[in-house]
């Protein structure tokens, strides 16, 4: 079965601090890594990442992805408030009746302080 | 445009009642999702349609019944439900589930807020 690990669960920062959230996955065939964040109700797409070591980045946002390792990460710099939300990562798996499927994380509940 | 549309927003219903929730895109997306998320948890996959033929349906009980009736419009009817499907019921949506991987991303719609009582 899939599985997706994020760490830490929650995070409460201040406004301009750095966050890291980490993601790690056991699935049987591997086809991509996704990063939602979802406010208060709609998870909105940030990233999806397929390829070993290329980051991927947008604002003050970026993401990398370890197949090796199998793990991926997500860097918030320069927090704001509008960033408190869940972070949700999610494997897409390749192949046979599992196309489509997405296992989600846990979450990491960030809070940003003014 | 990343738009998907859910109605309605909210729904209180009892246990005997029959109701449905409505998902529509317009994106040209030919897979759509269905996903139930309770609070402080992911989202679960229930069921997921492909150019309008159900291919998943992650044994969810007969009491949730899916319908897509074509391309842009997914629906979830709902009878006898249990409080314990109190949830939000997310839909979303990709443009083909076995295309290539930048069509695979999919797409949420704000969800329906449902209360069984």
């Known amino acids: 079965e899939d599985k997706v690990v994020q760490s830490p669960l929650s995070l409460v920062v201040h406004e301009g601090d750095t966050v890291t959230l980490n993601c790690s996955y056991e699935?049987?065939?591997?086809?991509?890594l996704l990063w939602y964040k979802q406010e208060k109700k709609a998870p909105t797409f940030l990233f999806m990442l397929t390829s070993s070591g290329i980051e991927k980045k947008s604002g003050r946002l970026s993401s990398i992805l370890d197949k090796k390792e199998l793990f991926s990460i997500l860097n918030i710099t320069a927090t704001q408030t509008g960033d408190s939300a869940i972070y949700l990562c999610a494997v897409s798996p390749a192949g046979g009746t599992s196309y489509g499927k997405l296992t989600f994380g846990q979450g990491t509940i960030l809070t940003v302080h003014p | 445009d990343t738009e998907v549309t859910q109605t309605p927003k909210h729904l209180v219903m009892g246990m005997t009642n029959k109701k449905s929730l409505k998902c529509e895109q317009h994106m040209g997306h030919r897979a759509m999702y269905w996903y139930k998320q309770k609070a402080k948890k992911p989202p679960e996959l229930m069921f997921v349609y492909s150019y309008e033929k159900l291919s998943i349906n992650e044994s969810v009980p007969s009491r949730f019944s899916p319908e897509c009736p074509n391309s842009s419009l997914l629906n979830l009817h709902l009878h006898a439900l249990q409080p314990e499907d109190s949830a939000l019921y997310l839909c979303?949506?990709?443009?083909?589930?076995?295309?290539?991987?930048?069509?695979?991303?999919?797409?949420f719609g704000a969800g329906t807020r449902l209360s069984v009582l």
């Open positions: 699935v049987t065939n591997f086809r991509s």
């Open positions: 979303a949506s990709s443009q083909d589930e076995l295309a290539i991987l930048a069509k695979n991303i999919q797409y």
